[in-house]
T-cell receptor
Framework: AQSVSQHNHHVILSEAASLELGCNYS??????LFWYVQYPGQHLQLLLK??????LVKGIKGFEAEFIKSKFSFNLRKPSVQWSDTAEYFC?????????????FGAGTRLAVHP | GAGVSQSPRYKVAKRGQDVALRCDPI?????LFWYQQALGQGPEFLTY????????KSGLPSDRFFAERPEGSVSTLKIQRTQQEDSAVYLC???????????FGPGTRLTVL
């Protein structure tokens, strides 16, 4: 069965610090990979996605993620965080062989950015 | 444009009551998904519709859970004889087709007392 592991449940950073959130998945086949973000009081929003092609994916608000197939990883990065990045971040995977996007989510990482 | 909407946003039920949660997907979206998000966890898949057809209900926790999408647009998730372990946020997502990006609604927070 597929699973997604997010290693950091809580991360606290100061503004301008660099961010890297880990995400590993278990599935041997071809996958689609996603990062969703949930700002306080708001619904889940897509941050970025990887379907195929260049393994370095750029998303909204300066976020990027790198798909490393050999490590089954899809880590999220941002060079310099802002207070407005305070949110919960979810990594998700979908097994493409399923024929539709049945997303498997990680438990989430709660990021707090202090001014 | 209008996003996915869900109602009610909050629901408190006494144990044993039946509840119905509504999802209005983005107009024209073929695919509709329901997820359950327990406190401190990521969303977990419940069921999937393509138009009015329920193609996957493998994530429904028990036969007390029932979902429908009779006309291929609005969907309702019904939980019969609610239990305390049903307390969670229920998320609906829609997608233009079955393999495209999913757009999530705000969720319904269900609390069973």
């Amino acid at each position: 069965a597929q699973s997604v592991s997010q290693h950091n449940h809580h991360v606290i950073l100061s503004e301008a610090a660099s961010l890297e959130l880990g995400c590993n998945y278990s599935y041997g086949g071809t996958v689609n990979l996603f990062w969703y973000v949930q700002y306080p009081g708001q619904h889940l929003q897509l941050l970025l996605k990887y379907f195929s092609g260049d393994p370095l994916v750029k998303g909204i608000k300066g976020f990027e993620a790198e798909f490393i197939k050999s490590k089954f990883s899809f880590n999220l990065r941002k060079p310099s965080v802002q207070w407005s990045d305070t949110a919960e971040y979810f990594c998700a995977v979908n097994a493409r062989s399923g024929g539709y996007n049945k997303l498997i989510f990680g438990a989430g990482t709660r990021l707090a950015v202090h001014p | 444009g209008a996003g996915v909407s869900q109602s009610p946003r909050y629901k408190v039920a006494k144990r044993g009551q039946d509840v119905a949660l509504r999802c209005d997907p983005i107009s024209g979206h073929v695919s509709l998904f329901w997820y359950q998000q327990a406190l401190g966890q990521g969303p977990e898949f419940l069921t999937y519709f393509q138009n009015e057809a329920q193609l996957d209900k493998s994530g429904l926790p028990s036969d007390r859970f029932f979902a429908e999408r009779p006309e291929g647009s609005v969907s309702t998730l019904k939980i019969q004889r609610t239990q305390q372990e049903d307390s969670a946020v229920y998320l609906c997502a829609s997608s233009p087709d079955r393999t495209d990006t999913q757009y999530f609604g705000p969720g319904t927070r269900l609390t069973v007392l």
